[in-house]
């Protein structure tokens, strides 16, 4: 056993295929993709949104209280560890007309769904990939057989490539890359609703409480 999986590994055939997938991921998404792609796999595993959702409704529950107790100016004093909702509650208690937070609401959420697009078409990309580069290292392989015919010996090299290659293909891009971006899609979806509708239920605190007229009363308070 350890010895049929000790021959399916080719350190430069696998390196070949490695860099062949990874130069066509570089040339369709860019650099900044190929980083941003590489980021998201440290939080693959330890995303939770169902958890980021329910410490951002209890933060929205501080926020509406503060609001309708010391207005809109004071919601940035509630504490939370999410940076998206922290960062929210800044623009919120900064924000002199309502459609200013409306606006950089709308343009966050579409920068944020842009970046884990971005990050996400890179894994599809290397699953695209892999396979085609697989079949040509098999291609590559058959000719080798065909052009050493006379020389038994020099067939099993160029069966191996040609084997090699499209299992290599086959687990690049269904075992890694493909869940990879399943994944990736999944928590995008997941953060953005929940980021939403964080979005939307600061937007009605704002409406509510009627910008202009509340910080006039607390200058005339102060």
């Known amino acids: 056993m350890i010895g049929t999986l000790a021959h399916l590994i080719d350190p430069l055939t696998l390196a070949v295929m490695i860099s062949g997938v990874g130069?066509?991921?570089l040339f369709q998404n860019g650099g900044p993709a190929i980083?941003?792609?590489?980021?998201?796999?440290?939080?693959?595993?330890?995303?939770?949104?169902?958890?980021?959702?329910?410490?951002?409704?209890?933060?929205?529950?501080?926020?509406?209280?503060?609001?309708?107790?010391?207005?809109?100016?004071?919601?940035?004093?509630?504490k939370t560890a999410n940076p998206f909702l922290a960062e929210a509650a800044r623009r919120l208690a900064n924000s002199d007309r309502?459609?200013?937070?409306?606006?950089?609401?709308?343009?966050?959420?579409?920068?944020?769904a842009r970046r884990h697009a971005s990050?996400?078409?890179?894994?599809?990309?290397?699953?695209?990939?892999?396979?085609?580069l697989g079949m040509a290292g098999t291609i590559l392989g058959l000719i080798g057989m065909f052009a050493?015919?006379?020389?038994?010996?020099?067939?099993?090299?160029?069966?191996?490539?040609a084997l090699l290659t499209t299992l290599y293909g086959v687990v690049i891009?269904?075992?890694?890359?493909?869940p990879v971006a399943s994944r990736l899609a999944?928590?995008?979806?997941?953060?953005?609703?929940?980021q939403k509708e964080a979005a939307?239920?600061?937007?009605?605190?704002?409406?509510?409480?009627?910008?202009?007229?509340?910080?006039?009363?607390?200058r005339e308070v102060a």
């Open 148 to 161: 050493a015919m006379d020389d038994p010996a020099a067939l099993g090299p160029s069966m191996a490539l």
């Open 23 to 25: 130069a066509v991921a």
């Open 35 to 78: 980083a941003r792609a590489l980021a998201a796999l440290l939080p693959l595993f330890r995303a939770d949104p169902g958890k980021d959702q329910m410490a951002a409704r209890s933060a929205l529950l501080k926020i509406d209280e503060v609001a309708q107790l010391r207005g809109l100016a004071c919601t940035d004093r509630v």
């Open 200 to 218: 939307d239920r600061m937007l009605t605190i704002a409406r509510r409480e009627n910008v202009p007229l509340r910080r006039a009363s607390m």
């Open 186 to 194: 999944d928590l995008s979806e997941r953060e953005l609703a929940w």
């Open 119 to 132: 990050a996400r078409n890179v894994w599809l990309s290397i699953a695209d990939a892999a396979p085609a």
């Open 98 to 112: 309502t459609e200013q937070f409306e606006i950089w609401a709308a343009q966050s959420l579409s920068d944020r």
């Open 173 to 178: 891009a269904n075992l890694i890359a493909a």
